[in-house]
């Protein structure tokens, strides 16, 4: 079984200062990761995934995530962030063991401030 | 389609009635999950289809849950008797028939009151 921990519940930041969001993971096999963003009232949408190759993978709205076996992270950034990236964050993890289902971290609050 | 669509979009439930959700996959997509979010940011995952077969059940509350995908139909998740609890948004998602670790495509949720 795998479980998934956002290190951060909230995280102010203001527009164009970098921003990070840490996501650390617990499997016993080969993990795929992803972060997933939602806007206020809306559903959940892909920024970028982690499946295998290059550990640092870059995604939609000019965030990256670095993955780090030894670690067992996959930090979230963003060099400069806007008003419109205001929005819950959320880790997940699905595993060769779990036949496709995501499990999530608790998700990060991100305000960005003027 | 080319998103997940849900219905409806809100629905409120006196404890004990009946709830029943929808959700149209992607046009294409095999696999169909529905996953539970309460308290803003807590997500459970509940069951998932392979098409119209149950392919994982195991985080469906199984006295008051159940869930259908039919052939040319919306999927369905019904909720019997509801309970206080319950209240949460739902969310279905769909991914491609692909290997493990495929993108899924979430719907934008139907959020249930139960008073």
């Known amino acids: 079984a795998q479980s998934v921990t956002q290190l951060d519940s909230q995280v102010p930041v203001f527009e164009e200062a970098p921003v990070e969001l840490r996501c650390n993971y617990s499997?016993?096999?080969?993990?795929?990761l992803f972060w997933y963003v939602q806007y206020p009232n809306q559903g959940l949408q892909l920024l970028l995934k982690?499946?295998?190759?290059?550990?640092l993978v870059k995604g939609i709205n000019g965030f990256e995530a670095e993955f780090n076996k030894s670690q067992t992270s996959f930090h979230l950034r963003k060099p400069s962030v806007h008003i419109s990236d205001t929005a819950e964050y959320f880790c997940a993890v699905s595993d060769n063991s779990n036949d496709y289902k995501l499990s999530f971290g608790a998700g990060t609050t991100v305000t960005v401030r003027a | 389609g080319e998103e997940v669509a849900q219905t409806p979009k809100h629905l409120v439930r006196g404890e004990g009635q009946k709830a029943k959700l929808y959700c149209a996959p992607i046009k294409g997509h095999s696999y169909v999950f529905w996953y539970q979010q309460v308290l803003k940011n807590e997500f459970k995952f509940l069951i998932s289809f392979q098409n119209e077969n149950v392919f994982d059940e195991t985080g469906m509350p199984k006295e008051r849950f159940s869930a259908k995908c039919l052939p040319n139909s919306p999927c369905s998740l019904e909720i019997q008797a509801t309970k206080l609890e319950d209240s949460a948004v739902y969310f279905c998602a769909s991914s491609p028939r692909q290997q493990r670790g495929d993108t899924q495509y979430f719907g934008p949720g139907t959020r249930l009151t139960v008073l």
């Open positions: 982690y499946l295998s190759g290059s550990t």
């Open positions: 499997s016993s096999v080969s993990v795929y």
